[in-house]
Every structure is written in structure tokens, then in C-alpha cells.
């Protein structure tokens, strides 16, 4: 039995818009590929693939929430789709929401205990939960110079649109005097989403 004429054509048209979307991306285009994942998933929405593609351009632009939900119906999905559990967390993580993100990291743990870049991504997320803990032992004892340090390694962690960390650093600023410093970081601090 031969497939009909439509279908090929609607076929032909997913997979055009999936490998355009990947190569918007690969141009880093984000936006643009985006819009080709979007039509893409119109045309199937229930290819799993697709919804972790346009979650991956959406973590580019930072478009975190969106990330979320594309994930969340990957999974809805495919409950053994590593890559939007993986992506999920990657956003919870640079929302400052850790303890979610490893929820989210154990249930792709759950569905496939021999992926590595979800074990990896496990004991990350670990690590930043310890150095977080350490920097609030750091500005505690007022050791504020350490602390700003730290900070510059969960910057890297967590991105530098972590507004939590980017006010520990206020803070850390003002206590030292540094107030120009504190001022301007404030000022950028305004332009995070």
C-alpha cells in the first residue's frame, strides 16, 4: 500500500522545517529557528523531537519558561526523552530554581540510569547547591571577598542572569564600600527578565 500524495508532502514539509530550524541554530538564528520548530509542530505535534529542538533555540534566548513547557510536553510525550529533562533542568537551573531542577534530573535518571549527560548534570547541580551553601557561609562570617569570588564561579553555574546571585553580589559590594560597583551592577540588574 502506497502512502498518499498528501502525506508525503506533509512529511517532506516536517522534516524541511526541522532541518531549516537546525540550521538556523547551528547559525545561531535562535529566533528564526524557533519559528521553523513552531511550524514544524503545527504541521506534528506529537514529535517529541521537535518540542526539545525549539526548547534548546528557546534556552539560547532565554526564554526560560518556554523552555519548560516544550519540555514538559516532550516528556508528556515520551516519558524517556532525556534531552527535555536534561534542557527542563537547564532552565530551572538559570531560574535559581536547583531543587526543582534536580527533581526534574532524577525522573530523567529514573527513565534511563546509564545517561551520562543526565548523571553529569545530577552531580552539577549538587555542586552549585554546596558552593551556594558555601557563599552564605562566606557572607555570614563577612567574608566578602571570598564570597565575590564564588560568586563569579556560579555566574558561570547558573549564567549570568541569575538575578539571586547577582544581588549577592550587590551585597557583597555595598559591604565592602565598593558602591559605584554596587550601583552599576544595579543598573543592569534592572534589565533581567
Given at each position: 500500500m502506497?502512502p498518499?500524495a498528501?502525506?508525503?508532502?506533509?512529511?517532506a514539509?516536517?522534516?524541511f522545517r526541522?532541518?531549516r530550524?537546525?540550521d538556523l541554530?547551528?547559525?545561531?538564528d535562535?529566533?528564526?529557528?524557533i519559528?521553523?520548530?513552531t511550524?514544524?509542530i503545527?504541521?506534528?505535534?506529537s514529535a517529541?523531537?521537535?518540542?526539545?529542538?525549539?526548547?534548546a533555540?528557546?534556552?539560547?534566548?532565554h526564554?526560560?519558561?518556554?523552555v519548560?513547557?516544550d519540555?514538559?510536553?516532550a516528556?508528556?510525550?515520551?516519558?524517556?526523552?532525556?534531552?527535555a529533562?536534561l534542557r527542563?533542568?537547564?532552565?530551572?537551573?538559570?531560574?535559581?530554581r536547583l531543587d526543582e531542577?534536580?527533581?526534574?534530573?532524577?525522573?530523567?535518571?529514573d527513565?534511563?540510569p546509564?545517561?551520562?549527560a543526565?548523571?553529569?548534570?545530577r552531580?552539577?547541580i549538587i555542586?552549585?547547591n554546596?558552593?551556594?551553601a558555601e557563599l552564605?557561609?562566606y557572607?555570614?562570617?563577612?567574608?566578602?571577598?571570598n564570597?565575590?569570588?564564588?560568586?563569579?564561579?556560579l555566574?558561570?553555574?547558573?549564567?549570568t542572569?541569575?538575578?539571586?546571585?547577582?544581588?549577592k553580589?550587590?551585597?557583597?559590594?555595598?559591604?565592602?564600600?565598593?558602591v559605584e560597583?554596587?550601583?552599576?551592577?544595579?543598573?543592569t540588574?534592572?534589565?533581567?527578565?
Amino acid at each position: 500500500m502506497q502512502p498518499c500524495a498528501g502525506c508525503l508532502n506533509v512529511y517532506a514539509s516536517i522534516i524541511f522545517r526541522k532541518n531549516r530550524g537546525n540550521d538556523l541554530y547551528k547559525n545561531r538564528d535562535y529566533t528564526a529557528a524557533i519559528g521553523a520548530y513552531t511550524k514544524a509542530i503545527d504541521l506534528e505535534p506529537s514529535a517529541p523531537l521537535l518540542y526539545t529542538n525549539r526548547a534548546a533555540a528557546y534556552l539560547m534566548t532565554h526564554q526560560f519558561k518556554e523552555v519548560i513547557a516544550d519540555c514538559d510536553k516532550a516528556i508528556q510525550l515520551d516519558r524517556a526523552c532525556s534531552k527535555a529533562y536534561l534542557r527542563k533542568a537547564s532552565a530551572l537551573k538559570s531560574l535559581g530554581r536547583l531543587d526543582e531542577a534536580l527533581v526534574v534530573l532524577n525522573a530523567g535518571y529514573d527513565t534511563d540510569p546509564k545517561n551520562a549527560a543526565v548523571v553529569q548534570e545530577r552531580q552539577a547541580i549538587i555542586a552549585v547547591n554546596n558552593r551556594l551553601a558555601e557563599l552564605e557561609g562566606y557572607i555570614a562570617n563577612g567574608s566578602y571577598a571570598n564570597a565575590l569570588i564564588l560568586i563569579d564561579t556560579l555566574s558561570r553555574d547558573l549564567g549570568t542572569q541569575n538575578k539571586g546571585i547577582n544581588l549577592k553580589k550587590v551585597e557583597c559590594l555595598l559591604k565592602m564600600k565598593r558602591v559605584e560597583e554596587a550601583f552599576n551592577m544595579t543598573n543592569t540588574l534592572v534589565s533581567i527578565p
